[in-house]
């Protein structure tokens, strides 16, 4: 069965079409990347993912059920990692990861799972409020793995973080992805990230898949050394 299968995705705020007829499949156990510049279209692909969106016209179908009909049984199988997701500030990290374990009927291990990812040492056990951007980042993300969901949709995961937590964080991705068999969907606009993180990508771009495969496929079909250059050829295309 296909993870993600979405298919001719249209969306409109007002008279702007954002979306103009997105299609793509994910395979279970796969990590795929959305990549596109600034405005592109990623999080609105995203959130109608994550059942957040309705689309104008056109659906995803997300381990069998349709984000459009079936969004109770959606959310059932996904987790997602909003663009902006907030804290609670008042509470530590440590209570924040108890509570989403507790909310989800899992047990102390997912917890330890959860403080593991987050890599927070001592500031776990203050509160959020006095995280800075990367540390909130983390304990989020830290929260959304540690429940390992069937697919996971992470915008932009590693944005806001230095060197050492983003390469930390990939690596997390991809045992998350290895011992669970699960399917995670993450966008970005950093191209060597993606083709570190990534089995296949799609660009996209004025809200069209403009190229879509494996990053060594699209480096050879472009001649290109990195998707960096595959991107800039693809535009130069257009
Ligand atoms: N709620 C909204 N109302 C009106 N326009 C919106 C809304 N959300 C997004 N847009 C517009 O849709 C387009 C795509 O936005 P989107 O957030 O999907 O891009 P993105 O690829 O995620 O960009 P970024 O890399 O900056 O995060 C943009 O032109 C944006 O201004
Ligand atoms: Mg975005």
Redesign the pocket.
Known sequence: MKAIVASGLVKR??S?E?LKGVSFEVDESEIFGLI??????????LRILATILRPDAGDAIIMGHSVRNEPDSVRKSIAYLP?DAGVYRHITGLEFLSFMAGVHGRDRECVKEGVEIAGLGDALRKPMGSYSKGMRRRIILAAILMLRPRVAILD?PTSGLDVVHAVHIRKRIRRFVEESGATAIV?S?NMLEIEYLCDRVAF?SGGKIIAEGRPDELKAEHRAQNLEEVFAKLVEAV
């Open positions: 705020f007002g702007l954002v596109g510049p600034n405005g592109a279209g990623k999080t609105t692909t663009e932009e966008s606009h996209i």
